[in-house]
């Protein structure tokens, strides 16, 4: 990690590189300049390689390589501050582990999947209990606790969907404890389910780009069929399965807003305005700025971030 670096450390990461600069050197070779970063921090860099700076001279913006290079003292700044003099640029394999270069949620992960598998067990519904352990298992499971839960919009961050889902299921159930007269399996169900064709809409690599599966049929038709899938190979009753699907529908709440059909049941209404305020609540921990109103993309507005 970039925060442990001292001069003399011989480095080969993966990091997230930002250039600021190409230029010609005195001495009439050229060389690249900028940023280092990871999770932890960031620190200059500085390139000679004339291949490596054709390489960085085509970067659209701040991008992840496994870098190589040495870490020094960077003899220009007055502060005797570090510098990494990089030495080889590589692009990422597909097995390189880049976690340390995406933002993380301020959450307990363990804690979050204890919570997960309690719902889980709570399940008493036959059907409903075998659809949750076979969906929440083997790769979708390792997947579904590292996945974020938005692009940018809402837990944005590794591990957001889990934390999302679960939260939802929370909510969900004391609005239903409260109500009461409530099919809370159904409820427990459709919150951790609402949004699980998340895994494929949305990619856990750097900047959380959308896949071209999830923008062609978006993560609510991917829900569906993923419970499809599975409720099919359990042999489910069809009638438990469409109400669960359709708790899944219409967990936008309106046509307008996304889903195809709109709310119809308790469970579904209570599952959309359990999946509305918790991503509302998010909204507000990811401030940043240092003015107490920030404008929000997602809600269209000025929130208002500290008490007055
Ligand atoms: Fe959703
Ligand atoms: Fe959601």
Known sequence: MINDFKAGLKICQAVLVRVQKIGNSSNGGVFARGLLEDNSGRVPFICFEAGLVDKLRDLEGPTAFMVAGSVDINKFASDMSLQVIVQKIDNLLPQDDIRHLLPRGDFNEEEYKRKLSNYIKAVRTPGLRALLENIFSGAT????????AGMRLHHAYIGGLLQHSVDVAGIALALAEQIGDMD???VIAGALLHDIGKLKEISSNIGFPYTNEGRLLG???MSVLMVQEVAAKLKIPA???EQLQHIILSHHGENEKGSPVACATKEAFI????DEIDSIMNQFNTHEGKNPWEFNKMLQRFLLHERL
């Open 239 to 241: 009638v438990r399965v």
């Open 141 to 148: 499971y390792e997947h579904f606790v590292v996945n974020p």
């Open 184 to 186: 809370k399996d159904l």
């Open 219 to 221: 993560h609510i038709s």
């Open 271 to 274: 599952v959309h305005y359990a």
